[in-house]
């Protein structure tokens, strides 16, 4: 059973459509609402400044009124690119052996991504660094929608087909997907895989648990929180030690400046000699400081409404007894649903203005403070109904439900109080409800009706274009119409390439903090209903084959970004772990006897056993695992060492040690040093093979100006025109 | 008004006095109780270990039987561990500039510590690694009663000088302290010094709150928690500032493996093709793990002796009204105290025999086991009494007391119950006395103690020995006289060094808990008299010249050791911030409307909101001082990268870097940089002058074996006709 039955036709469908023609990037320049001068004018400008930065270009018109604008870096000034960046590593101190070589060698990109990172290096950074400043949706450069590299499909492919037959991936895919997609999106599925395997133990202790002991166990408690405080402290271990592998150990402190960072002063570093952008980091803490009241209001704002639409719907469920009782008891959540956009929009507008004014250099920075404030506003949508259910609604619900009554609303008290009943069944029931059909619900919306919308809109548009093309065909002269029409070698390759030109945008955190949620309702709400970790265990199976399917067919290839770390979800997942004792200690409490007595001071009590519980475990689980687990980093450890070693051998006995250390990064193999396949196709690197006819054919136009003037003309025209026909 | 008047004779003596004579280490051999011929075998074979790691000696008599071999390593040789020791440091990534050189390099050490050190290990390290393999009280050498190196008289005594005339330490202070004694007790007087600067705070508004609120008000009690927060954060950050600035930060890994160790396989490591010993990770942590049932055990015996004492002082000053009342309320606390060190021995011993179980592979680690487990032990002893009294006696005595009385022995309750008054004063007595009387008794018996003692012991040994030359002075022949006799030029230092070997080994964590002590108290029980952090301060002023006192005079100058923390006691205050907050809430909670009403579902919920509220400004603190410190970690960061800039200029400018590199560690003045006096004495390199006439006269004597086998002979004899005499 294969997954991926859409990705055979493309597989089967000759070369070309396969090959990226060569090309290292493509920028999107849109020019629909746009004087034709002006396009023109920016367009110009567009290839100025990259051919300034010592890029070729190349041109063809995409979907509707735009341009792609294909961009290669010649090989020797790509080779050079990514010797300076390894110099630059070696500067800040990621890696430990300085690359042999002077100003002008050429050096050979040890993965894709490598080679791809100077080309969004050359594409992105500011001219005085070298590269040629395109800022997509910014600034001078409003009007270009994306700028984004081509998929390898055939890597991709191979990998998505490997993985539909296996269980576990090894570490030679995570190495594969680091290859193709840079370290950020690798700690992704390194997290997601480690995790899936640690889900095994609660799944098979909960099936266990709940066939023996049934739900609010404490052996399966005990078992859960246990697992949650050994799986955060070995990923902190695993985690590390991946850094250490794929060399980007503190990698933060090497990226650029961001274009929207205000500083106070460029101060010249007395040690290094380098201008620094300083901005009082006790200013920048002041401003941190204000996420306090922020995270205060977003928390009682969507708590409110949360805690209200629950209010009206026990209030309609329980005791209204009016017509339409059957409707109605869903329109609060209806009411709900439908205003949790606009109000999540509102807040996450103003978390983003929040982190604009916190002002951080890097872009990496922003992304952390952006992301840890999304975390908190998900968390509390994603938790609090439920915790409003487990600790409000069932223990107290017989107390506090009358005072909602009409009679109670009206003064007599005495009325309906011995009517309501609460079934304790029903936390069990919304946690069944919310792990299960919500994780196949997101499923659908996330992969599914993504790739649906797409297909249908391909199939307009390819429609729509079919007939706009009869009118215009006439209109424009000969040379015009060229540029207008696919070379038949060609038009699949192009096909792909404006269909990636429209794709969205691949955001690795949102799928991060999805496993986050998932680990949190396991932690939480797990003692409920033992079953819950068997569920996430399968749901997981699909979830890593649908991300990648998601990321390498419905997205844009992302940059490959370099990151030491998943980021803020380490500590959202610390702090689930905590909590997750104090959650599972109370719902044992409450709910292991079936509600019968309830006392403060001993529920009390409990909580606190239970913290210090697992402050212990805590500190006994991470320096035993530290202990054990340090072999891999013992093994980096050595590793340097004998690194170090040889460079000294070398240096005494040669004299100078230039001769010997260029061995080092020829050595392409070392990120597949453990794997016992062959490399796998990725590896063959893509950017060195000779040039295929096509290719070359595809680069042999030299009009590339002319030809895109000539585009902006026709197709600025023609949606004129069309605007007219309508 | 100078501290350190006992000093003052030893600086208006003659130069030779202060001078070392160029005596590099002192190995103290005793044969009290040997027979002179096996002292005479165990003699000539410390000579020729010695002379087989290249160490020129001397030799005189100490007190008693006893040798004095001086050890000498010559300057060239020296130079070279150095170096040695410094391409070691790079190899294993503890500093990242290559030491220029080759095999035979010759090196200047930066401090007299860094010199020491390699003199160190050419004594101690084992014979494959070059050294002489000497271990004092172990194994072949166990008659070896201490092997040491001799004090920088004039350095030390610069130092009390200057110190005492000054309020707070500089950075250069510790710098002299690192260059003297090396890094583990420089990192003592850097956190001392953190710590007492710290003080200030807790003092004022201890002084503050007292007289406008008094004991446990609720002001104190949150600044003094978030003052120990925040003191335990800043100190983490300021000890890893600390290890990158000395250059030992992840010293721990070359470390050499302990003689005691026992492994379970020697492994060719695969990459660096050392052999490594191994022992298998998962056992010893296994092992660790009887640290449990030990912890319980201990804490059960000293606990349950706590509380008998206790009850037997509250059961005679309450309840017991026969005759002796006066004395025999003392009694319990008497036979505790007479107890309390068999016991501690007992527990001591038994922790010992369990590190040494626990195989722990370098010293260091032995050393961190076996101080976390007197820690341990110590924290019970100091602070379960006052725990007692402040949750136990005066809330619940009451109710409690009555239980002891003859009438509840007896069956009939209604006695007595009326009669007995806690009075809520009595912990605030009790802290009062432990943090103040205590201190003073403390500082009496650790520092004032000993030197009398010594100063006792020395006169009475020089009333004794005058004695007994008279007697042996005709036995001997006269070669055997003049060996016997010191040299009128030498005899000042002779006498010195005698005294030397005689004195106590420094024991830094010793002094490093006691301060931890003080800490806990603070937070622990602060809130009930506010007036304590003023004590501690005025306390650690002088505390802090008096270890240095008793370091520089009447310890043996410890080997320089390297370390990168002040080890456990780190964790040690980590545990103390969150008990003192959780102490301080129940304290401020009990006693401050004066025991009027205690309910326990309160009690537990300030203690779970004070947990919480830890945690929540823990995570603030150390978020917030991270940002605003990180300019010291990243001045080291761009120090590092303008080393690697200058190299990678220095490399391709003149084609091989070494001649640039030398520069580097000639370069003496770097732990002095930032300094703005000259550099102090001790700077002045001692071991690289040109020998002093009476420096040369010392080693000129070239009978070394011969003189020692004299002295073996004659004090040999002597001792024993001086107990035959007896």
């Known amino acids: 059973m294969s997954l991926t ?3 055979k036709p493309a597989e089967q469908a000759p070369a070309p459509l396969l090959d990226n023609l060569g090309v290292d990037w493509v920028v999107h320049y849109e020019f629909e609402d746009l004087d034709t001068s002006k396009a023109i004018d920016e367009f110009e400008s567009l290839l100025h400044d990259l051919h300034e930065a010592n890029l070729e270009t190349q041109v063809r018109h995409g979907h509707g009124a735009s341009l792609l604008v294909f961009i290669r870096v010649p090989r020797a000034h790509l080779g050079n690119l990514v010797h300076q960046s390894r110099i630059k590593d070696w500067l800040y101190g990621i890696i430990h052996e300085l690359p042999a070589g002077d100003e002008g060698t050429i050096a050979d990109a040890e993965t894709p991504a490598e080679a791809l990172r100077s080309v969004y290096h050359a594409v992105t950074w500011k001219k005085s660094l070298g590269g040629a400043h395109i800022t997509p949706k910014h600034g001078k450069w409003k009007n270009i929608g994306s700028a984004f590299p081509l998929h390898d499909q055939a890597a991709n492919a191979e990998l998505l087909r490997k993985w539909s037959r296996t269980v576990l991936l090894t570490a030679e895919d995570l190495d594969s997907i680091r290859a193709l997609f840079g370290e950020k999106v690798a700690f992704y599925f390194a997290f997601i895989q480690s995790y899936s395997s640690f889900l095994v133990f609660p799944a098979g202790w909960g099936a266990v648990s709940w066939w023996y002991w049934g739900s609010y166990s404490i052996p399966f408690a005990l078992g859960n929180c246990l697992w949650a405080i050994v799986f955060v402290e070995y990923w902190k271990i695993r985690e590390t030690d991946l850094a250490l592998r794929w060399q980007v150990n503190g990698v933060g402190v090497l990226k650029v400046t961001r274009s929207k960072y205000v500083w106070e002063k460029e101060i010249r570093d007395p040690n290094t000699g380098e201008l620094v952008q300083y901005f009082s980091p006790y200013r920048q803490f002041l401003r941190q400081l204000l996420l306090v009241p922020f995270a205060s209001v977003a928390s009682l704002a969507l708590g409110g409404l949360i805690v209200v639409t629950f209010a009206l719907e026990v209030f ?12 109605l008891e869903f329109l609060p959540t209806v009411i709900f649903s439908l205003c949790l956009p606009s109000i999540s929009g509102l807040l996450t507008r103003i978390a983003t203005r929040l982190t604009k004014y916190e002002n951080y250099r890097t872009q990496d920075q922003y992304d952390i403070a952006q992301t840890t404030k999304q975390f908190v506003m998900h968390f509390i949508t994603a938790f609090l109904p439920t915790v409003l259910t487990a600790f409000v609604y069932v223990p107290f619900g017989a107390k506090l439900i009358p005072l909602l009554s009409p009679a109670a609303l009206r003064g007599d008290s005495a009325d309906l109080k011995h009517t309501i009943h609460i079934d304790p069944e029903r936390l069990k029931q919304e946690v069944i409800y919310l792990s299960l059909t919500g994780q196949v619900l997101d499923f659908g919306q996330e992969i599914v009706l993504p790739y649906v919308k797409r297909i249908v809109l391909q199939k307009w548009r390819e429609y729509r274009e079919q007939h706009s093309t009869v009118h215009h065909k006439r209109d424009v002269s000969q040379a015009t119409n060229q540029v207008l ?7 699949a390759f192009l096909t792909r390439v404006r269909n990636e030109a429209e794709a969205e945008e691949y955001n690795v955190h949102e799928d991060t903090l999805e496993m986050c949620v998932q680990f949190g309702y396991l932690t939480l709400f797990g003692a409920s209903w033992p079953l819950v970790a068997l569920g996430f265990l399968v749901n997981n199976w699909l979830e890593l084959r649908g991300d990648f399917f998601k990321l390498s067919l419905e997205c844009q290839r992302p940059p490959p970004i370099r990151s030491d770390s998943i980021g803020p979800s380490l500590q959202g997942l610390e702090v689930l772990s905590w909590l997750g004792a104090l959650s599972t200690a109370a719902i044992v409490y409450l709910y292991r006897d079936g509600m019968v007595e309830i006392r403060v001071s001993s529920l009390l009590l409990t909580l606190l056993l239970a913290e210090w519980a697992y402050l212990a475990m805590r500190f006994a689980v991470s320096t ?30 040669e004299g ?20 016992t396949d062959p490399p796998s196709p990725q590896a063959e690197e893509m950017l060195h093979e000779a040039p295929l006819d096509s290719e070359r054919r595809f680069w042999s136009g030299t009009s590339v100006l002319e030809d895109g003037v000539r585009i902006i003309r026709a197709l600025g025209k023609t949606s004129q025109k069309a605007e007219k026909e309508l």
Not at 322 to 327: C, F, V
Not at 485 to 491: G, H, L, R, V, W
Not at 633 to 653: I, T
Not at 662 to 675: G, I, L, M, N
């Open 485 to 491: 029409f696919d070379d038949p070698n060609e038009s």
């Open 624 to 653: 035993g695992l530290r202990k054990i687990l340090d072999s891999t980093l013992q093994r980096e450890a050595a590793k340097r060492y004998a690194m170090r070693k040889g460079y000294l051998e070398a240096a005494s006995s």
């Open 656 to 675: 100078s040690p230039r001769g010997k250390l260029r061995v080092r990064f020829r050595d392409r193999v070392s990120v597949y040093t453990s794997a």
């Open 5 to 7: 039955p859409n990705y």
């Open 316 to 327: 309609i469920s329980e005791v209204y007894t009016g017509s339409l009782k059957g409707y």
